[in-house]
Nanobody
Framework: HVQLVESGGGLVQAGGSLRLSCAAS????????MGWFRQAPGKGREFVAG????????TYADSVKGRFTISRDNAKNTVYLQMNSLKSEDTAVYYC??????????????????WGQGTQVTVSS
């Protein structure tokens, strides 16, 4: 079992930056591929970024490529999402998720085994 707790969300102006963190406890964090997803009101859960178990391979949605960076620190059991050049369309609840015993992060939400409670990101224009 893996427990995930996100932090770092908030209100920011368009063009600004935020850094989300997701602290994991329980099952060995280093055995999990990790992903960030987001869900805006009235929309489905959308893949944002994923990172492999080692941190060596990352994937991004086209909508955030070049603006967001995912990383992980296996010594701290934490995954991060650095978000720069934020736009109003980035407004959503952001969730981190763990895919157990998998090397590379999937883009489909149903492949993930554990989810955090989410953190709200609001970008004002």
């Amino acid at each position: 079992h893996v427990q995930l707790v996100e932090s770092g969300g908030g209100l920011v102006q368009a063009g600004g930056s935020l850094r989300l963190s997701c602290a994991a406890s329980g099952q060995a964090f280093s055995s999990c591929a990790m992903g960030w997803f987001r869900q805006a009101p009235g929309k489905g859960r959308e893949f944002v970024a994923g990172v492999s178990r080692s941190g060596g391979t990352t994937t991004y949605a086209d909508s955030v490529k070049g603006r967001f960076t995912i990383s992980r620190d296996n010594a701290k059991n934490t995954v991060y999402l650095q978000m720069n050049s934020l736009k109003s369309e980035d407004t959503a609840v952001y969730y981190c998720a763990a895919e157990v015993d998998t090397w590379y992060a999937a883009t489909e939400p149903n492949k993930y085994d554990y989810w955090g409670q989410g953190t709200q990101v609001t970008v004002s224009s």
